[in-house]
Every structure is written in C-alpha cells, then in structure tokens.
C-alpha cells in the first residue's frame, strides 16, 4: 500500500504541472472574441446536451470518434471525410458512430459564425462536454486545430484489441505516448460495447487450447457464454464495463472490475496482468485519481499532430475538403 501512496504522490504531481503545460500553437479560450458575442464552445455543449440526453452512449461514440482521428494522421479530422478509399472505410472504422452528431454541431456553430470553427476543433470540444455529462470531470482543452485535406484507409494502423500490452505500447510509443498515456486512454473503455466476435476466443478457446481463459472470473465467464452462445449466427453486444450501475459513466469502475479478473477484450485484461502496467491499473482502481488523469490523457490525444496556422483549412462540410 505504502507503494501504491508514494506513485500517488507522483501521479498527483504531474497533474498538476500537466495542467499548466505548453500545447503547442492550440490556445485555451482559442474562440474568444472570434464571433462577435457568440460563445462557439456553448453552442458545441447546447448540441451535445440535447443528445447526451437522448442517448447517453453518444460518450462512448465520441471517444472512440477522437481516438481513431488523431492515432491515425493527428487530429485533424480527417476521419470525417467522405469517399471510397476513405478512412471510415478502414476496417476498424466500419463500426465507428457519431458523424450525425458532429455535422449538427458544425451546423450550429456556421449559422453563428461562418468559417471559422474546424470539424477537429468540433471532435475536441464534444468529446470534453461529453464525458463531463457522463459523470467524469469538467476540463478545459486548447483549441485552434485546422482541418486535414488527406483521409486514407491505407493510413488507418490503430491497436488491435487482441494484441499483447507490449505490442500495443509500441504502436503508442510510436506516435508518441508512453505506457500510463496507453493505460489511461484504454480507460475510456469505461463507456462503450463491443461484440461476441472480439470476445468469443477468450470463452471457448483461448490460445488454441480449446479452454476458457483460465484468467477470465468464472461469474464473468458464465455471464458472457448466455450472450455469446458458441457457433451462434448473431455477433451479440457486449458492455465493456461489466458493472451495470456505471455501464455509461465515466468513472474508474473499468480498472476496479480488471483487478477483480473482470476485463472483457483480451487487451483490457492483459493490463491487469503485465508488470509494465498493473501497477498503473492498480493505482487508477484504487485511488481518486482516474477523473483527472483521463482528462489530461484526452488533452494529450488531442493534442498529438495538429494542424495550426495556415496549416490545413477550415471545411464548411465536415464531410469533404473546400
């Protein structure tokens, strides 16, 4: 335990100088002043509000929407573009949701000011007004992103839910994050669903050894063969968090439920069981400390390769380049 307080210590430290550090040419209160007496960020927030409140896994969408824009090209929106060599058509990104949200969002902020809010700006800033509405903490991000004009499948190299923690760190580390960004940035696997095809191998054989994962909690295990029978022709959802009081919060439920054997994609479990990050599980499950950490991760993701300046453009359709 005494362990686990003095990496506490440390982690609570580098919140503190995480939250007042340089981003770059991105400026916190970026829109100010930029459209007259309308406020563009509590446009975004009107937006998102109204959904959120329709359909509270718009959270999940949005994260996983950020994610899979700036792990490929930056964040740059470039996950939004229409064609048929785009990256939406990228395998990975065949099941990702939320473009419907943000072409009302970027709707919204033209009627109020035309051409000066970016689509990556938009993915930012409901990503931030999403998860404060799903339980986590407030933040505030930097802004000013531009627009990408190049969206390629072929670019789409994102990680692989069943690869081990040390193959999934060096796609990170390659584009520029270490291992406690990696831990943190899979918590957003707090909210959201995946499918029986992505869980099947760890029920019936894992390995190849025509076994369960010997790891897998037995309650967990009976649980998810009801909803993923074997040879079934249905790819059922499954809840990535395993807790049906916290299924759509973002709280620190998703580390918890991996100390207790309780992770559902291979990768989620294999965090609790690698000595390069189960310690890092093990402080987020233990301590307060998740909330804001997830939100400095999710600063630093959107952070990552931006386009600034007179870099990019400004789409007026968040779907295809001027």
């Known amino acids: 335990m005494e362990h686990l307080m003095r990496a506490a210590t440390v982690v609570a430290l580098l919140v503190l100088s995480l939250g007042t550090a340089c981003h770059g040419a991105l400026q916190y209160g970026f829109y100010s ?69 943000i072409d009302e969002i970027k709707a919204a902020v033209e009627a109020a000011c035309p051409g000066v809010v ?9 990503v931030r007004d999403a998860v ?18 190049v969206g390629l499948a072929s670019n789409v190299v994102l990680p692989s839910p069943f690869m081990s923690v040390q193959q999934a760190l060096q796609i990170y580390q390659q584009k520029g994050f270490n291992v406690f960004d990696m831990v943190l940035q899979l918590g957003a696997h707090t909210v959201g669903v995946t ?22 909690n037995t309650a967990l295990l009976n649980d998810l063969k009801q909803i ?23 709280d620190n439920s998703y580390y918890r439920q991996l100390m207790q054997n ?31 950490l997830f939100n400095n991760a999710l600063v630093k993701l959107g952070s990552n390769q931006v386009l600034t300046g007179t870099q990019g453009q400004i789409r007026k359709n968040c779907r295809a380049v001027n």
């Not at 799903?134 to 991000?141: E, I, L, N, R």
């Open 33 to 101: 002043g930029k459209c007259g007496f309308k406020d563009v960020e509590a446009i975004i927030q009107g937006v998102v509000s109204a959904r959120f409140a329709r359909d509270p896994t718009i959270v999940a969408a949005l994260l996983r929407l950020q994610f899979h824009d700036c792990f490929v090209l930056g964040c740059d929106a470039s996950i939004l573009l229409d064609g048929p060599s785009s990256e939406k058509t990228a395998f990975p990104n065949l099941s990702v949701r939320g473009y419907d949200l």
């Open 118 to 126: 970016s689509c990556a700006d938009i993915i930012i800033a409901a």
């Open 132 to 149: 404060a509405l799903a339980g986590g903490m407030p933040y505030q991000v930097p802004m000013g992103r531009r627009d990408g004009t």
């Open 195 to 216: 499918h029986c095809s992505f869980v099947d191998g760890r029920l019936y054989d894992f390995n190849g050894s025509g076994k369960p994962d010997p790891s897998m």
């Open 228 to 250: 993923c029978p074997p040879q079934s022709s249905t790819d059922n959802i499954v809840d990535l968090d395993q807790n049906p009081t916290s299924v759509n919060r973002v």
């Open 262 to 292: 309780r992770g559902v994609l291979p990768i989620d479990q294999a965090l609790a069981s690698d000595p390069s990050t189960r310690w890092i599980v093990q402080l987020l499950a233990s301590t307060n400390l998740f909330p804001p």
